[in-house]
């Protein structure tokens, strides 16, 4: 990735179309389920949003396989897609920027803090 792309967000954009696409072959029950999926990472992205380009790609060839399985949504996701999504992230998954900015605010503190003594 060169700089242009990193600044303007476009190998993002291009890769987001690919899942799209991929996507809008499966069956409608699959679609709808990517669609919430989607959604729910989104909120633990970072800045940029790149932390989540591999997660977001796994569980779109999770729902790829299941597809061509031909198991349902329900059995490989369950009734809580939302939990699903957060067991995706998980610990040492994508950390939203909120808790970035906590993190980054505690340090400052206590810097600032330490400094005083």
């Known amino acids: 990735m060169n ?3 990193k600044i303007t967000g476009s190998d993002m954009t291009e ?10 072959v499966l069956p409608a029950e ?3 389920a990517w669609k919430e999926i989607s959604s729910n990472l989104w ?6 949003g790149r932390n989540l380009m591999p997660i977001l790609d796994g569980a779109l060839e999770l729902l790829e396989v299941a597809s061509a399985d031909g198991q349902s949504v329900e059995e490989v996701l369950g009734d809580d897609i939302k939990g699903f999504c957060a067991a995706l ?3 040492e998954g994508a950390k939203n920027y909120r808790d970035k900015w906590r993190d ?3 340090k400052n ?5 330490g400094g005083l003594s």
């Open 43 to 48: 909120m633990h992205a970072d800045f940029t």
């Open 3 to 5: 700089f242009f792309e």
């Open 15 to 24: 890769e987001m179309k690919g899942f799209e696409a991929r996507v809008n």
């Open 30 to 32: 699959f679609q709808t």
């Open 104 to 106: 980054q605010l505690n």
């Open 89 to 91: 992230v998980g610990d």
């Open 109 to 113: 503190i206590a810097r600032k803090l």
